[in-house]
């Protein structure tokens, strides 16, 4: 089993087309961000896709993409992520890959609400009960992140990395205070945040053990 990431930019519109250009980059630096792999891939111009390995971490990921777009880039972006089976998978070249996990990302993001950021399907070697709690958390997931501003996003993002806090205040845009950087994740609710994800690990782990790639 594998996790699949799907995503498309909100107000995609609104993007000069240098960002759009950019696009591709600016989802490489947020991955290289973080001790996740993944290959991503923009299409269309304003979507995306990546296959995160190890799976367990596809959520972790899904709310460093978007904390890093939204706090460096001010572009904010739906997530899907999708984690099954595969019968085919290039990660050089994530659009010709194949497989549930693939398509229960893409369906995920075409049954997403407008006003939703974050959504998860989880292929059938997922206990339905277990599948219930992830999906309950997730949706409490989105609606905290949701009310992020740009600057704890920003905060966010950069506390990904964990480093010390005065390191990472001074890498804040433009560099600020260690206490103003606390309080952006004070704000962001970071550590609710981080133990909410870190226990969603922990059980998605369990559960794909005896399946993950």
Not at 31 to 59: K, L, M, N, R, Y
Not at 114 to 137: F, H, T
Not at 156 to 168: I, P
Request: glycine content about 6%; charged content about 20%; hydrophobic content about 40%.
């Amino acid at each position: 089993m594998i996790a699949v990431l799907t995503g498309d930019i909100v107000g995609s519109q609104s993007l000069a087309e240098a960002e759009r250009d950019q696009l591709q980059a600016y989802l490489e630096d947020a991955v290289a961000s973080t001790d996740v792999s993944a290959s991503i891939e923009v299409f269309a111009g304003d979507s995306w896709q990546c296959h995160c390995h190890p799976a367990h971490s596809a959520i972790r990921l899904a709310v460093t993409l978007r904390s890093y777009l939204l706090g460096k880039r001010n572009i904010d972006t739906r997530v899907s992520i999708g984690i099954g089976s595969y019968e085919k998978l290039r990660p050089e070249k994530i659009s010709l890959s194949q497989g549930e996990a693939f398509v229960l990302s893409g369906r995920g993001l075409q049954e997403m609400p407008d006003d939703r950021r974050l959504n998860i399907r989880l292929g059938k070697q997922i206990p339905p009960s277990s599948q219930g709690l992830i999906y309950a958390s997730l949706l409490l997931l989105n609606g905290i992140t949701s009310d992020w501003t740009n600057k704890q996003a920003q905060a966010v993002a950069l506390a990904s990395n964990k480093r010390n806090q005065y390191e990472l205040a001074e890498k804040f845009d433009p560099p600020i205070s260690a206490q103003a950087f606390g309080k952006h994740l004070a704000k962001a609710q970071w550590k609710l945040i981080n133990e909410s994800i870190g226990s969603l690990e922990s059980s998605l782990q369990q559960l794909l053990a005896p399946h993950e790639e």
